[in-house]
């Protein structure tokens, strides 16, 4: 769910306004999970404006002190939640550690990185979700580890049913600063999409939807 639609609204402003929102219907982007996308939202853009990357962090740390009480641990999924996740940490004076998608193979051949503590109460950092499988991936590692899941926060979500459910199915809470329908809409009453654009946009989803 989204944490609020004022603040929804802001952060899908602030998402164009870096222009990290790339169209391009014709030749398609490639997202991790495999899918042909004529949308592809690059958050990292976003830590480079200091305005921006402040109201994020804030508005993140608000939301997880409404939601969950006694988080013990900001853990970040590499790569996207690790700057997020390590400035969420500092303003909530919390520790910090990361995961990622699959272990090291030279050294210590860490999965997680950073101090974790089995019985921790932790809150996940993302940048977006997708389909959600990698994220919920990285909550099944830290829950291997010991931990307990207080919930996952990210800037944005497609809020594709398979994402939707898959989140459902793991028990796991997760609350965006925006999403999909959102973003889509501030982009076209800024012309920053046409309405061509727009239907392009609504036949994707809605035949992601049905898969």
Known sequence: MIYNKQIALQTAGYLLQ????????K????????????????NRVTLSHH????????NFCKAIKQQWENVDLIAGVATGGIAQGALI??????????VRTTKKDHGLTNLIEGKVEAGQRVVVVEDLIS???????VVEALRLAGCEIAGMVAIFTYNLPVSIEGFKNANCSLITLTDYDIL????????YITKDDLTVLKIFKETLAKK
Do not use: H, M
């Open 18 to 25: 870096a222009k990290a929102v790339k169209l391009s219907p």
């Open 27 to 42: 030749d398609l982007f490639t997202w991790a999970s495999g899918i042909k996308s004529p949308i592809y939202c690059d």
């Open 51 to 58: 305005e921006i990357r402040t109201f994020l962090r804030d």
């Open 89 to 98: 940490a500092q303003q909530l004076e919390l520790p910090f550690a990361y």
């Open 131 to 137: 389909t959600g499988k990698s994220s919920l991936e």
């Open 184 to 191: 889509v809409e501030q982009a076209l009453n800024i012309n």
